[in-house]
């Protein structure tokens, strides 16, 4: 067996309603299958969604939109001086970008201000606010930041400034009192779609100055939909793909800066481009520095200029990968040593000199490494101030379970799945504890195994180029509309290895009924010496189309892989028992030796995991359900390895079977070779064998064992007696077949055994391991279990 790292779940649409989008759109199974998991599960709801024109809602059809419209173009009138109150991450970057590209269009007096992270913390703050009003500005408008800001909105009320909050966060029980607040989410909204991110709602606000759609805009309005993971339906699905369109051929001296230092050809830029690419080196500015870089970079007109801040953009990313690579090993460590997985449902850590620009990539590490909600702070102990990030879990609402400990966050805010926050120090273990009585009541442990949903079970056959190509037309993917992922479930491996400089990469080549598929697995290639060639492997991943020296042809990409049935690995004839330490996997593992001279052969290492099989009761009480069961030497006959494995489940058997001589390449006498030697015995009388036996062995063509093996089989039929080394032939003694000697019979046995074990083919040799451990019978309820 080889266990996968998540569990998977494939999802089990209606088939009825694949089925009338099969008909009535005419598409394959697998698209209107993809379909109907999103949601898109009428007629009307998926041809829009595939073939329907991008319209986006009337921006004024958001509360407060006129209002603030108004305050707006009466400040370009007077050209009084506006200040664009941003946010330091992709989003805000973005979102005060396009405003300011906006207004500036406009003709209006403007400049932006984006807090410092580590000297203000998120939001607006009261000093900015008393500093803009010092330095004459008269209306302040906030992009992806402000519906938490009570006490801010009542400084700039009190200073006689005029605030639009324009934000996508959720908001809370009580919302700031502002000139004008546009949000989707707004409590008095009645806007068609809530789910914009912040540049998303500043498009709006831009597309209601301009009174039509900005389409020059939508290349910057992409990155911070993009980077911000909101759902990337409706409005947002439009944005994704009209601003992939738009930045592919974009003139932003800025933007292809940034991406020529990136090694970016526009013409291939997707989402991915944009999420893995573009927004961590924009994020990258404000973790570590003051995010003004990023938006002079997208604002410039001068290409030297931005030729200089793409460089200094891209080595703050570098530097903030390193960063981010450190604090994530003292992190793990803090979690296993402080705060472990089996008493902690959610993990509350953190140390003074964290970089807190970048513990929420950290926050995300350890999701990933260990499933929990995760909070990870940064301790400032002169302040009594921690300041932190938090990632969730699917089942554990962040935002919602972070609300019941306000009274202990007097700064937070974000969403189901991700949050920031600042408490006091004293406070982070009353948090901690708070939050995990919460996920206590909410969280099973069922939920804290990590869960993969797959859209489809495929067959090989089904996958071609034109269903590849049509699965396109479901791009831009993202939240709400990951890019599909398959089950391929027991297909045979036509070949497998690593590759990569470091070979920590994996290729296989899989079949199933004539039809084949290329797959490669990136981190996956120590998994190679994990899977048996002859095993039936099952894999989960992304299909794809390889276009190589204009060959296309399908290929998977590969997250995961399984192997349900027990696997057999064959080291016989090698000598390489001390490579079962590296060989063997060490969880489970059972190392079985019969003859105890091999005990004093083993790695000393080894020897206290050795057990030794001294007889059959041994065997009959060997534990060995889903062990990784290392066979190390020959068995003394088939019962011990039948009663040592009937029906025990193991994962993987390692078979090396060792034995100091071989019986199979000695000659074993047939009866003609007994019948002559009688007769030899007959005519010569008494014979030294001491003395004439390797005469007689050599006359014949026979080894002296050959020779001592037919007198011991003569001896206990009582044919013969033997007295220091004289054999005498016992005359009148009566008939008895040769196979009621003990010796004759054990001989045979082991003839056979070695024949069985030793000399038969890879093939051969499972097919009788699976006879023992009744595989054919079990192996289609474990996959069901498994699956």
Same mark, same amino acid.
């Given at each position: 067996?080889?266990? *996968? ?6 999802? @089990? ?31 009307? *709801? ?21 209002? #603030? ?13 506006? %200040? ?6 992709? /989003? ?64 700039? $009320? ?66 911070? =939909? ?23 051929? =974009? ?64 080595? +703050?990313?570098? =530097? ?98 991700? #949050? ?6 004293? /406070? ?19 939920? +804290? ?18 269903? +590849? ?129 091999? %005990? ?40 011990? +390895? ?80 033997? @007295? ?5 032939? @016992?005359?009148?003694?009566? $008939? ?45 309820? #474990? ?5």
């Amino acid at each position: 067996m080889l266990k *996968s790292k998540t569990k998977w779940i494939v999802r @089990n649409p209606d088939q009825n309603l694949t089925q009338m989008l099969v008909n009535e759109l005419k598409i394959t199974p697998l698209t209107a299958t993809l379909l109907v998991n999103r949601g898109l599960n009428t007629v009307d *709801s998926a041809r829009y969604f595939l073939f329907g024109k991008d319209e986006f809602h009337d921006p004024f059809s958001l509360k407060g939109m006129d209002t #603030a419209v108004n305050r707006i173009r009466a400040a370009i009138e007077k050209q009084e001086p506006i %200040l664009i109150f941003g946010d330091y991450d992709a /989003d805000g970057v973005s979102s005060t970008t396009l405003l300011m590209m906006t207004l500036r269009d406009l003709g209006a007096n403007v400049q932006f201000y984006i807090p410092n992270r580590f000297t203000e913390g998120y939001g607006p703050n009261e000093p900015a606010f008393r500093e803009a009003e010092r330095n004459g500005i008269k209306l302040i408008i906030t992009i992806d930041t402000g519906i938490a800001a009570v006490h801010e909105a009542g400084v700039a $009320k009190e200073l006689g400034l005029d605030l639009i909050i324009t934000d996508h966060h959720e908001p809370g029980p009580v919302l700031p009192e502002a000139l004008a607040i546009i949000h989707p989410k707004h409590p008095d909204s009645t806007y068609p779609f809530r789910e914009l991110a912040g540049v998303g709602v500043a498009f709006k606000l831009a597309h209601a100055l301009y009174g039509r759609v900005p389409e020059h805009l939508l290349e910057i309005a992409v990155i911070g =939909t993009i980077a911000d993971l909101v759902s990337l339906k409706g409005e947002n699905r439009i944005i994704a793909k009209k601003g992939l369109e738009k930045i592919r051929l =974009t003139k932003n001296i800025g933007l292809r800066a940034i991406l020529k230092v990136a090694g970016v050809d526009l013409a291939s830029i997707n989402e991915e481009t944009i999420g893995f690419t573009l927004a961590p080196r924009i994020n990258a500015v404000g973790r570590l520095e003051d995010a003004d870089l990023a938006v002079q970079l997208l604002l410039t007109d001068d290409p030297d200029e931005a030729q200089s801040l793409a460089m200094e953009m891209d080595n +703050l990313n570098k =530097t903030r990968q390193e960063i981010v690579n450190t604090i994530t090993a003292e992190a793990i460590e803090e979690v296993e040593k402080n705060f472990p997985i089996d008493t902690n449902k959610v993990l509350v850590i953190g140390r003074e000199g964290w970089n807190a620009g970048v513990i929420g990539i950290v926050a995300s590490r350890l999701v990933e490494r260990f499933y929990r909600p995760t909070i990870v702070l940064n301790f400032d102990p002169v302040k009594g101030v921690a300041k932190g990030s938090a990632r969730s879990i699917t089942g554990y609402d962040l935002f919602k379970n972070l609300s019941t400990c306000r009274e202990l966050l007097p700064h937070f805010g974000g969403h189901p799945m991700a #949050a920031g926050m600042t408490l006091k120090l004293d /406070d982070v273990a009353e948090l901690r504890q708070r939050l995990n009585i919460l996920a206590d009541e909410q969280l099973t442990n069922e939920d +804290l195994i990590p869960i993969t949903q797959l859209d489809e079970e495929v067959l090989l056959e089904d996958i071609s180029l034109s269903t +590849l190509d049509e699965l396109r037309l479901l791009a831009p993917f993202g939240m709400d509309n990951p890019k599909p992922k398959v089950l391929i479930d027991q297909v045979a491996i036509t070949s497998m290895k690593k590759i990569g400089s470091d070979q920590n990469h994996l290729k296989v080549l899989v079949n199933e009924d004539g039809a084949a598929l290329d797959g490669v697995g990136f981190g996956l290639g120590a998994l190679v010496d994990h899977i048996s060639p002859a095993s039936k492997i099952s894999l989960i991943g992304e299909l794809s189309i390889n276009e190589w020296n204009n060959i296309r042809k399908p290929q998977i990409f590969i997250h995961d892989l399984a192997v349900h049935s027990w696997q057999l690995f064959d080291f016989r004839g090698q000598r390489k028992a001390h490579h079962v330490q590296k060989t063997v996997p060490s969880e489970n593992r059972k190392i079985i030796i019969f003859n105890k001279e091999f %005990l004093e052969k083993m790695n000393p290492e080894l020897r206290s995991e050795v057990i030794f099989i001294q007889d059959i009761e041994a065997a009959k009480a060997f534990d060995g359900a889903s062990a990784n069961i290392a066979l190390i030497d020959f068995p003394p006959s088939k019962d011990y +390895l039948q009663a040592l494995l009937a029906g025990k489940k193991p994962a993987r058997i390692y078979t090396y079977f060792y034995k100091e001589a071989s019986d199979y390449f000695s000659t074993f006498p047939t009866r003609d070779h007994f019948k002559w030697f009688y007769a030899f015995l007959l005519k010569k009388g008494p014979i030294d064998l001491n003395r004439h036996g390797e005469t007689i062995a050599n006359h014949r063509g026979w080894s002296q064992e050959t020779i001592k093996f037919m007198s011991k089989v003569f001896s206990e039929l009582d044919f013969v007696t033997i @007295n220091n080394g004289f054999i005498t032939l @016992n005359t009148g003694a009566p $008939k008895r077949d040769l196979t009621d000697s003990h010796t004759y019979q054990t001989k045979q046995a082991q003839f056979a055994l070695e024949r069985e074990l030793l000399f038969s083919s890879f093939q051969e040799l499972k097919g009788w391991f699976d006879q023992v451990i009744q595989e054919s019978v079990e192996s289609e309820e #474990a996959i069901k279990a498994w699956i």
